[in-house]
């Protein structure tokens, strides 16, 4: 059975001691993929979709930074840290009908910063469907994934390019 970090002996969940661990550079990318539906790509001028609601691409750029942000109040285990920096790219790929949603997060503490990166993607992700619903509910978040790390103990590797 494996050791969860976050599990004490007795079953009880914690948050893990860092106190004794020194700051290094920190960073992690996570990409979220949408399909949207025809009508939703088809109101997309190329760079943006304006809704009701307001710019679809810089009403998620925002969401998710503030996301990224706010992660250690949404993940209860999770330790609050400084961000140096978190930038959200948002991607058409129309003739596949799809949406890329990049998440690039930059600390340097204590502990990694993968958990900030998909939350932003996550809610960036969020927030596309939540501007767009009102064209059509034709459309799903496919998958949220990490798609690199760096520092600390373990990194992951970026996929190779198509």
Same mark, same amino acid.
């Given at each position: 059975m494996p050791e969860f970090t976050h599990i004490r002996v007795d079953g009880a969940p914690?948050?893990?001691d860092i106190s004794g661990k020194p700051p290094t550079v920190r960073t992690a990318w996570a990409?979220?993929?949408?399909?949207?539906? &025809?009508? %939703?790509? @088809? @109101?997309?001028?190329? $760079?943006?979709? *304006? =809704? &009701? $609601?307001?710019s679809v691409t810089q009403t998620a750029v *925002? @969401?998710? %930074?503030?996301a990224a942000k706010k992660t250690s109040e949404l993940l209860p285990l999770c330790h609050i840290l400084p961000l140096d920096q978190c930038e959200i790219t948002v991607t058409p790929d129309f003739p596949?009908? $799809?949406l890329l949603l990049d998440c690039r997060v930059r600390a340097t503490w204590k502990t990694g910063v993968e958990m900030e @990166?998909? =939350?932003g993607a996550s809610v960036a992700a969020l927030t596309v469907y939540d501007l767009c619903k009102s064209i059509s509910h034709d459309m799903e978040i496919l998958s949220v994934r990490l798609m690199e790390k760096t520092g600390g103990k373990t990194g992951i590797q970026p996929p190779p390019s198509p």
């Open positions: 914690h948050m893990v990409r979220a993929e949408m399909r949207l539906g &025809p009508e %939703i790509v @088809a @109101a997309f001028d190329g $760079k943006d979709l *304006v =809704t &009701p $609601k307001g *925002v @969401a998710g %930074i503030q596949g009908h $799809k @990166a998909l =939350t």
